[in-house]
T-cell receptor, first 116, second 116 residues
């Protein structure tokens, strides 16, 4: 089952512009995470936001979370060619029945292309 | 140099054959996971393991098997019962952060399996 849905599915912008990707989910969550995947590679963790947080920053990344709307957004400022990748949101929902593992549910991703 | 390794990078299988994908981590993580990714799609959980000698089915376990005899290793076998095994397989691991404590997952580089 897929809980998160990213929007848009694909985004193409010029280098230096800001990129915004959105994620919507269906059930209440413990936390929401964003990951990046370069073509043909594994995923790299970008940022984690807990359900009681509204905004987090990490370098050029800003993530917001609106639990009332069941949505999150990822903003990449001053984009660079190296930001070209697919971006996935992943949610961890209660009840967290796992004592030692975290069952994340991933969305289908947003393919971001930065044009030089 | 800590991380997760997966081998082989590319694997070709004839119909009716079982194949085993390797996943090793030296991060001292307790939890390990196997995901399947189809083109243009998000990740779907196959199996996960919280601790040595214990593992649980994920959302799409049919046709797959795993073992967890060592903390560092979590091999995945794709059996002949898996009707559509051609996909990109990703292994991940994470720490045990305690009940309700969120944590990121670290991913390997992936194995691309093609059935001929």
């Amino acid at each position: 089952s897929q809980q998160g849905e990213e929007d848009p599915q694909a985004l193409s912008i010029q280098e230096g512009e800001n990129a915004t990707m959105n994620c919507s989910y269906k059930t209440s969550i413990n936390n929401l995470q964003w990951y990046r995947q370069n073509s043909g590679r594994g995923l790299v963790h970008l940022i984690l936001i807990r359900s009681n947080e509204r905004e987090k920053h990490s370098g050029r990344l800003r993530v917001t979370l609106d639990t009332s709307k069941k949505s999150s957004s990822l903003l990449i400022t001053a984009s660079r060619a190296a930001d070209t990748a697919s971006y996935f949101c992943a949610t961890d929902s209660p009840p967290s029945v796992l004592q030692g593992a975290q069952k994340l549910v991933f969305g289908q991703g947003t393919r971001l292309t930065i044009n030089p | 140099d800590g991380g997760i390794t997966q081998s082989p990078k590319y694997l070709f299988r004839k119909e009716g054959q079982n194949v085993t994908l390797s996943c090793e981590q030296n991060l001292n993580h307790d939890a390990m996971y196997w995901y399947r990714q189809d083109p243009g799609q998000g990740l779907r959980l196959i199996y996960y393991s919280q601790i040595v000698n214990d593992f649980q089915k994920g959302d799409i376990a049919e046709g797959y098997s795993v073992s967890r005899e060592k903390k560092e290793s979590f091999p995945l076998t794709v059996t002949s019962a898996q009707k559509n095994p051609t996909a990109f397989y990703l292994c991940a691991s994470s720490i045990y952060g305690g009940n309700w404590s969120p944590y990121e997952q670290f991913f390997g580089p992936g194995t691309r399996l093609t059935v001929l």
